[in-house]
């Protein structure tokens, strides 16, 4: 126990804590920095020099984490409940299936969504449509927003498979082995034995993806960079932009910070809704 | 009627496979689409590559030229594999042990400190890097191993808890209070209890702790001499250029994924051993 | 020689041999510049047959740790080595005012000017500008790519143009309007000779700067140091690119790097405009380009300017935001650090990293070095070193192209008109670069 507080503390506290400080001031490239005050989170909040780019990216957002949290964790219970339904090997292929883009770098994960639905005749749908002899699509004007959904959400189903498998596979086979005895369908075995007793995995899922959607901008940045004219551009992306493309570091960390702020005020509201105070089962051991 | 039945069984039987199968279909075309271009020479316009031959592998036998001088794709694999196991190792014993602190132990800001696990996944790594540098330069871990994957390691701990929390909370208190009572300390009650209770978490933790080491770079390539060879430096490397070699980039992942996969699928396998205990409730 | 006789001399003071370790970070990025780095150890090689030969105890070994990474996580991890106190004595970087300012280099000007008979002298003059800052010269240019226009000789000729008329519509020198490229590639595509006729970089770049160059744009003023927007030369500009992509000479969406150079080595591209003179290097490594089509099929040249910009003086533009050599201020030996660059940028040397990388030699007397004399690409691209531009060094100016080029992907995208992208980039830059100055005609 010990040890982990301390370590914790250590690396992630401190960086943290240096990081908000960075915030206040006009880091650049070179790490030299001047204190000067709130100008940067001034900025943010359009007084004096407005930045035209916020609102759009705050909305973009809001679409992006409403849309990948779903997938992740509905494709991750899917995933799960079904492989685990199947005939044991065949789940486990399926599941590796899943796993796949965790296991590449992330580089060619971004990579293949590029690929795939670049706008050429050489994208990997688009020369299907045109071996079919349908016209190409240009996905990434029509609809970046989607594909980068998409392509977030599934790398999400890849932990949440791993993680919500394993939690059935602690479940004792005594609990569906009663309810199929008392006349309980699949469905209903799903319903209400199975997913009940996920809400821990459940939670913790939820938690962890939407810090991770609101705070990840690796795989956008790989894959539309934030376009087309900014389609795509995220809260954490912007900051990155901000902060390696621009060497305002300490614009970039004040986008950060307030990205933070927000990320707690959610993970309450997500901890509130499942009721986390009633499933921190009390310690029974006195310290 | 019989057969009626049988048949709605049979389809209610096939149903997962016919849904998964669906819902797999894009991912599969988009792999193989990619892999086929680590077997195709020269550059590939489209999907099938127009020749076909094994010069991408070449990495698997000859040298690579690293720096000025060379290195071997193994030298640079071994190196990634010995990193990442180490913090998944590192990950997995602070993990349990924190996570059975949690789910048993009551001391005060127990909630906070879990919430504020979460927290911290807030600030992307990148970001963090800079502070990261300067602790370690300050603590003398700077340019060695075991800090960075210190570094590495405490990055991932924070979900690791919440995941090895799960996994205790999942376990009656009967198994504890019987031990205790034929008077286990409760460290032995940990090691030798607990943790074969908890084989699955223990896998998906260290899964979790070895992936994020393995696909590494900016750590490792910042807070460490240039001269550390691992495998996520190589592809790197191999991006750099406005003028990228596609077929070699994807037999190169190829390789790079089986370690991760393998794992996966060998850690799973031990999933299904999962002891079943009898009849009790759930605490 | 009697100038290095003096130096030595003062340094024969053991009776041991002395060795001294210079350490160098050296960037590719990407496997085509290794010779920037070998041509530092080289240096030093000679460097210690000449201390050998004149009785000197002192020899100088160079520790140079080659990277094929990008810019980005290499200077990063430059910068904070130096603040870690572990900084090399020489590197490889391009930000000469970022670095001035900091004080992580020594000027290089007084090294200069005592070796200016010697070795500097004939370094293209436009280079020194990359490397100038507040009046000195703080690096050493080693290694030039000039951006232009590549295009497929044999589209034209299948279009019917004789060699002769190639060469007049398109001369090596750039000395052409920018109009003249986009009629050919437009006769190419109705011609269905190729699927592309022209395909810019898919990101922001020096090939990105030299377009808007030619348009006219001018983006920055050296003399006051400040940023411009020129915005009837830009609404040009947007205005031009969204009438080629509804012409279908230009794609809506820039295809990604790899089709790009597949396309144009295969003949399915009339012009990119995405490359510069190295890159036919990479392509023969990686697209199976063969040097007889490099010769016969593919021409080069510098962007042209449009009819308007030609008319307001503009000439063929080139840019390419080539790296220098500097020495860091943590060097405990920059005198011989400084030696090592200027041995790394002798003829040999500039000959060597041409010949490998198939970039023009930065230096005249290069050209009749034994090694590329006889190479008639380089010799017939090396004039585009003369007119190559260096990057603006302004800390803003890249976010500024960034931006840019959003809005050229946008109206491209058809997502907005070429005004509403002028109209947005000028809020953009009245709120974020504070001493701007706006061109209204």
Known sequence: MGPSIGLIFFFYFIPVILTFLIAFTNMGRTLRWEFIGLQNFARLFGIGARDPLVPKVLLNTLLYTAGALPVTIIGGLLVSILSMRMHPKAGLFFRTLFFVPRALPPVVWGFLWAWSFEGTRYGLFNAIRTALGLPIIHWFIRHPMLIVILANGFLGVSLAMLVFSSAIATIPKDYTRAAEIDGATEWQVVRYVIIPLLKWPILTMTAWHLMSFLNSYVYIMLITGGGPYYATEVWSLYAYHAAFNSYRYGYGASLISLLVIVNVVLLFVVVRAFGMRRMLTKGKIEL | ?283 | MLLFAGFFAGLVVAQELELITIKAYVIGPGPMGIKKAENLVLAAEQLNRILEISGAKVRVKVEVEFSELKWGPFAEKFYLDFRAGKAPDIVTLRETADLAEGGYIVPLDDHVKEFWDLNYYDFYSNLWEGATWKGKIWGIPHDISPTGIWYRKDVLRKLGYTDAEIAELLPEDGNTALEVVGRLAKEAVEAGLVEYGILHRPSKGPGFYAALLAFGAECYDPEQARLVLDKPALLDFYRWHEEMVEQGVIPPEPPPWSTIHATFVEGKTFTTWASHVGTPAEWKAKYGLTDEVLDKDLGFLPFPPTEKARAAGVGPVSVHDFPLYFVTTQSTHPEIAKLIIMFATSPQACAIHSAFSLRPPYRASALYHPLIKDNSYIQRTAPSAKTVRPVPIHPRFWDYMSRAFEALKGVEAGIITPEQALTDLEAWFLAEVPDGEVIEE
């Open chain 2, 1 to 283: 009627m019989r057969t009626y039945r049988g048949l709605m069984r049979y389809l209610e039987g096939a149903v997962p496979y016919i849904l998964m199968a669906i819902v797999s279909a894009p991912f599969l075309t988009m792999y193989i689409g990619f892999f086929l271009r680590a077997f195709g020479e020269g550059a590939v316009l489209g999907i099938l590559p127009r020749k076909w031959g094994f010069s991408n592998f070449q990495f698997l036998w000859k040298p690579i030229a690293w720096g000025l001088g060379q290195t071997t794709m193994w030298t640079a694999l071994g190196n990634t594999i010995l990193f990442a196991v180490t913090s998944g190792i590192v990950v997995t014993v602070i993990c349990m042990l924190a996570g059975y602190a949690l789910s048993r132990v009551e001391f005060r800001g127990r909630n906070f400190y879990l919430v504020l696990q979460l927290v911290l996944h807030a600030v992307p790594g990148q970001i963090l890097l800079i502070a990261v540098f300067f602790l370690l330069l300050y603590v003398g871990l700077l340019h060695r191993i075991p800090g960075v994957a210190l570094a590495r390691a405490s990055l991932e701990i924070p979900l690791g808890i919440w995941m090895a929390k799960g996994f205790f909370d999942g376990i009656p208190w009967d198994v504890e209070r019987s031990a205790m009572v034929d008077g286990c300390t409760r460290f032995q009650v940990w090691y030798k209890i607990f943790l074969p209770l908890v084989k699955p978490g223990i896998a998906a933790v260290f899964i979790w702790g070895f992936l994020f080491a393995w696909h590494d770079f900016i750590y490792v390539y910042t807070l460490l001499p240039g001269t550390i060879k691992v495998m996520s430096t190589l592809i790197q490397s191999l991006l750099a250029t406005e003028v990228i070699d596609y077929g070699y980039l994807a037999a190169l992942s190829l390789i790079y994924a089986v370690p991760p996969l393998a794992l996966f699928v060998f850690l799973q396998r031990a999933l299904l051993k999962v002891p079943v205990f009898g009849g009790k409730g759930i605490g």
